[in-house]
């Protein structure tokens, strides 16, 4: 039987911000100015500041194919000196980011403050630890839950699973998410980003290629919690999944990669 194995890795390293990126040097540059204006504005108020989220998970899509793709900033503040509520804390946030980048938008977003730059939107989420060595320590970590209440959340403990997943599947996993990602934002974003990730990670593969891989996830994807119109988009895709996999058997090629098309932003 035909396959579109390579065709799949192509398109998954299409939907990746790698290394070689044009849009890499643009977000590490903003990265470090961001990171620079946020310590002269707030000195020793900031214990830290980290990358966190589908950028550092390496699961984020190029602007280009995700218009909702951001980079999440944990600005880390030393909140048993300070002790202010959420809303204060991203009022700061907003008051920093208006005053630093006047020609740019930014607003309130729960839980962050949103910056949008011309390459892509960074999320600046006011955070605090209540133990000592945040590198060390991300069990302890609270984010804003409302203006006035903080929720704990595990930062790490997603990306370290979907890590170990990764790796325990040949490296397809995250390929995979890249692809699924493509195809959700694609038509207009049934899913929610994160748990269409935490869905594919906790699958589990009988096979590690890619094409088996996909058109698993696909099969095996749940829009349970979710609307009628979620539900409408997963049952199209996977009728695109099964006119691709009938034209493989048919050793009909084209016919196959068109019906691709109907899935993923290639055309």
């Known amino acids: 039987m035909l396959t579109i194995e390579e065709d799949l890795k192509r398109y998954a390293q299409d939907f990746y911000i790698s290394k070689n990126s044009p849009e890499k040097p643009k977000i590490e540059a903003s990265l470090r100015n961001i990171k620079n204006k946020l310590e002269l504005e707030f000195g020793d108020r900031i214990l830290a500041i980290e990358v966190f989220g589908s950028y550092k998970r390496k699961t984020i899509l190029p602007r280009n194919y995700d218009s909702r793709s951001d980079i999440d900033l944990l600005i880390v503040f030393d909140h048993e000196n300070i002790n202010v509520n959420p809303s204060t804390y991203r009022k700061h946030l907003l008051e920093f980011a208006e005053q630093q980048y006047p020609n740019s938008i930014s607003y309130k977003s729960q839980p962050s403050v949103v ?9 600046l989420v006011p955070t605090f630890t209540q133990e000592e060595g945040f590198f060390n320590i991300t069990d302890e970590v609270y984010i804003p839950l409302s203006d006035t209440e903080w929720q704990h959340t595990d930062i790490d403990g997603f990306s370290e699973e979907l890590d170990e997943r990764n790796e325990e599947y040949n ?3 995250k390929r995979i998410i890249r692809l699924l990602k493509a195809w959700n934002a694609k038509v207009g974003y049934p899913f929610e980003s994160y748990d269409l990730e935490q869905q594919v990670a906790g699958m589990d593969f009988t096979d ?3 094409e088996s891989g996909f058109f698993y996830a696909i099969e095996n994807l749940s829009a349970d919690d979710y609307s009628d119109y979620t539900e409408r988009k997963l049952e199209s895709l996977q009728a695109n999944a099964e006119k691709i996999l009938e034209a493989l058997e048919d050793e009909d090629i084209d016919v196959a990669m068109r019906w691709l098309g109907r899935i993923l932003p290639i055309n």
Do not use: M
């Open 208 to 210: 590690d290629d890619i």
């Open 171 to 173: 490296y397809i996993v």
């Open 115 to 123: 910056l949008e730059l011309n390459h892509i939107n960074y999320d």
